[in-house]
């Protein structure tokens, strides 16, 4: 796979035309990089783009099988952020524990987890068996302090503990903007009211996007907040654009009909 052409814009808040550089084609990693060390205003344009995007991290927290690395024990001090994928999240839910101002977030991750599993009364952080360089994640219930591995958790509810590491964190920890690639999946409908707070509460202090196909998610935030991306067929090139209130009715209803249809 190649680059065939590549080509980065930039529009300043109120200048009618954006700032545009070709970064060539024939390149198997983006140029934007080398373009950055230019001493030029292209080079300016080119890091100016470049750090907005490593101001961004994207999550995906759809891997949960018994061999996903979510489930795996994690190297101990590997818990300065939370992965893509969530496969510190042991190590990080013991260093947000155990820091400096770190306990009052961990405590709103329990109570939010807490909200949707009624029987969930707070995670058990303990390190491996003769190794204690790494830590492993288990729960216990309200009514047992007998640990539980997490086999003993279903995925949706162990996405759903990610998550909440994720939007919870503090907000130093946070990066510029975080993107969620369908957090929806595998959440019970009943839970998607705890996953909307959260964003809400996350939003305060960073960018959140979110990727969804999710009409209950959609009916959550209002048209302002919300993006379409479809097909250009004719430009062969995906288009961004925003709906009005009415229009994004029309769209909701029209796809609730088409999920009454498959039902019927």
């Known amino acids: 796979m190649i680059f065939t052409a590549e080509t980065a814009y930039w529009q300043r808040e109120g200048n009618p035309q954006p700032f545009v550089i070709e970064l060539g084609c024939g390149h198997r990693e983006s140029g934007l990089l080398e373009a950055s060390r230019l001493d030029n205003s292209r080079g300016r344009t080119a890091k100016f783009i ?12 759809h891997e949960t099988s018994s061999a996903a690395k979510i489930r795996q024990p994690g190297y101990i001090l590997d818990g300065n952020y939370l992965r893509s994928n969530g496969g510190n999240l042991a190590a990080y839910l013991l260093s947000l524990k155990s820091r400096e101002g770190g306990q009052y977030y961990y405590e709103k991750i329990v109570r939010y987890v807490q909200r949707v599993l009624p029987q969930f009364a707070d995670f058990v952080l303990i390190s491996m068996p003769g190794n204690s360089r790494y830590t492993e994640l288990k729960w216990c219930t309200t009514d047992s302090q007998q640990p539980f591995g997490l086999q003993d958790l279903s995925d949706g509810a ?4 990610a998550l909440g590491a994720l939007l919870l964190q503090p907000p130093s920890n946070a990066t ?6 369908g957090p929806e999946e595998a959440l019970h409908p009943q839970t998607l009211d705890v996953l909307v707070d959260m964003v809400r509460e996350a939003s305060l202090h960073c960018k959140i996007i979110l990727a969804t196909q999710s009409l209950a998610l959609l009916k959550a935030f209002g048209a302002e907040s919300l993006l379409v991306l479809e097909l250009d067929p004719q430009r062969q090139a995906t288009q961004f654009y925003k ?3 009415e229009q994004l ?3 909701l209803a029209r796809y609730r009909l088409g999920e009454d249809e498959q039902e019927a």
């Open 249 to 251: 009715q029309q769209r």
């Open 243 to 245: 709906l009005s209130t």
């Open 158 to 161: 162990l996405r759903f503990m």
């Open 176 to 181: 510029n903007t975080i993107v969620i690639d």
């Open 50 to 61: 470049l750090n907005v995007l490593r101001a961004c991290r994207s999550y995906c927290f």
